[in-house]
């Protein structure tokens, strides 16, 4: 199966997330393709047969400038139960703690998105064993029901 996983990062820690993802899915015979989200369109989304998009959260609960156009857009286009999931990195230090995951979801179910597995939340960036175990974890949650399609 042929998978997008589109991101935003500015510190690093939400693409080394989505990095962790490709090589799970990719481990799992899935073709990948990893883009960052300013550099995307919507409407490409529906050329895959599934979706993972990820983003830090910024502020007090925000998504980062360069995902909101993307977000905006998502909340108006079709998917049609296409098979998704969002991620992303934060701090828990702030009262809104990864709630760019939490926006991005909202906008895929909005769109008609097929949320496959729920969103994952990762402290910073994954460099304990345990924060890597949850990105792979979450990765084969979310290809696992794929498989059987």
């Not at 015979?29 to 983003?55: F, M």
């Not at 998105?113 to 402290?123: A, D, F, Q």
Request: one cysteine or more; a negative charge; hydrophobic letters at 40%.
């Amino acid at each position: 199966m042929k998978l997008l996983i589109g991101y935003v990062s500015m510190s690093g820690n939400t693409e080394d997330i989505a990095k962790l993802l490709k090589d799970t899915c990719e481990q799992m015979g899935h073709e990948v393709v990893i883009a960052e989200l300013d550099g995307l369109s919507v409407t490409e989304l529906r050329d895959y047969d599934g979706v993972l998009l990820g983003a830090y959260t910024w502020g007090d609960g925000d998504l980062p400038y360069e995902a909101e156009d993307f977000v905006d857009d998502l909340e108006t286009t079709t998917l049609s139960g296409l098979p998704c999931a969002a991620f992303g990195s934060g701090d828990t230090d702030y009262p809104k703690y990864c709630a760019a995951v939490d926006t991005i979801e909202a906008a895929l179910l909005a769109s008609g998105g097929n949320i496959i597995t729920p969103g994952l939340k990762i402290e910073f960036d994954p460099h304990t064993d345990e924060q890597k175990e949850a990105c792979i974890a979450f990765a084969k949650a979310f290809v696992s029901p794929l498989l059987l399609t």
